[in-house]
């Protein structure tokens, strides 16, 4: 780790001051970003430690609308009533994220400016048609995300709460690489209150997180999960390493969406 200096602030203006400074930078659970700085791989000159500002932490049902806290952890959300009765999705999602450690430390806001292609959050914020909102502005779902460990943030700029609309039913399945216990390929599924169904995809694409389009449109005229068996999900655009080839991982999200179909009828 190369030396940095640290401030833990108690509100979101004074963070957002100390993150105008050159080369400072936010932490969230620091579950990512202190194993980055352990291996050198980056050097901030001020670690903004979030953690502190009560503001950023909590869930509110508002209306149609969920809104998690960005500093709110993954533990909290697994173990919110809230949640488990408005989308249980983002429980069975935010219960099989890392270990009890990461769960605990770990936060949205953390997550999903991270955008790692094989991360959980990101699928449930293009699925579900999130709002992310910042200290400047709310960004739609579909704009944040712009590639691998890439999103439209700029400098100094803080997720203070995610905005997700509550749908008619929702499921996040995971299928795991088991040494790491990150997505190998899982889908997010919401059936919105229109009756529209929305696919979200992580861990598959080379480009990171996407919308299935396909799935989308047989699941949104035929709930069912033989509807999934005559769309083709194409390996192209597919990541390709070690542990799965693009012909393996574009069947997985076949698989995936079919169970996660039957885990909502
Ligand atoms: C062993 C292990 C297993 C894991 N398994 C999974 C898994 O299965 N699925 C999964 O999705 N994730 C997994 N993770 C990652 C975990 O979810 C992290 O919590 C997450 O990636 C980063 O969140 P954090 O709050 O720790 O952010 P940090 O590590 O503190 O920060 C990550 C990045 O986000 C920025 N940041 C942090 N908070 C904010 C904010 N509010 N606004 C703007 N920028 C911010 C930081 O500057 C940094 O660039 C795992 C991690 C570990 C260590």
Known sequence: ????????????????DALRGDGAQALGGGQTLIPVLKQRLAAPTTLVDLSGID?????????DMLVIGGGTTHGAVAASGDVAAAIPGLVQLTSKIGDPQVRNRGTIGGSLANNDPAACYPAAALALGATIETNQREIAAEDFFQGLYAT???DGEVITAVKFPIPAASTYQKFEQPASR???????LAKMQDGSVRVGVTGAGADGVFRHEGLEQALSSDFSASAVDGVSVSAEGMSNDLHATPEYRANLVK????RAVEAVT
């Open 1 to 16: 780790m190369y030396n940095f200096d640290f401030t833990r602030p108690t509100d979101l203006s004074a963070a957002v």
């Open 55 to 63: 503001s950023l932490k909590g869930i509110r049902r508002m209306g």
């Open 152 to 154: 439209c943030l700029e």
């Open 182 to 188: 990150f997505s190998l390929t899982s889908v997010f």
């Open 255 to 258: 698989v995936m969406t079919k």
